[in-house]
């Protein structure tokens, strides 16, 4: 079981280019967010392989994984769309 909220990177060019973290609550399930790729690298499918990589070894866990985004990040929503991923709901503002 993870440790905290575990924090994924790819470098490139001796920089990191793209993070995402993975937030676990509980044993069965988790939630991918704060996905992020440098916008000098955006467009070259950073952002949907840090998704791929981080829901595979999450579902190798046997955990249901969720994608949390805001509703406006328009971008963010294709690339998890291509994944595989569908709309669960809303939650509205969280503040």
């Known amino acids: ?4 909220k575990p924090f994924y990177g790819m470098i490139a060019d001796n920089q990191v280019v793209a993070l995402g973290e993975a937030l676990v609550e509980c044993e ?3 939630a991918i967010q704060q996905v992020y790729t440098v916008a000098a690298y955006r467009g ?5 392989a840090m998704v791929s990589a981080i829901s595979e070894r999450l579902f190798g ?10 509703e406006d990040n328009h ?9 595989g991923f569908e709309f669960a709901m809303s939650l509205g503002c969280l503040e």
Do not use: H
């Not at 070259?44 to 949907?48: A, I, R």
């Not at 866990?61 to 805001?70: C, D, L, N, S």
């Not at 971008?75 to 994944?83: D, G, P, Y």
């Open 44 to 48: 070259q499918g950073l952002g949907s």
């Open 28 to 30: 069965r399930s988790a």
């Open 75 to 83: 971008s963010s929503i294709r690339i998890v769309q291509k994944l």
């Open 61 to 70: 866990e046997g955990k249901m994984t969720v994608y949390w985004v805001a």
């Open 1 to 4: 079981m993870y440790e905290g």
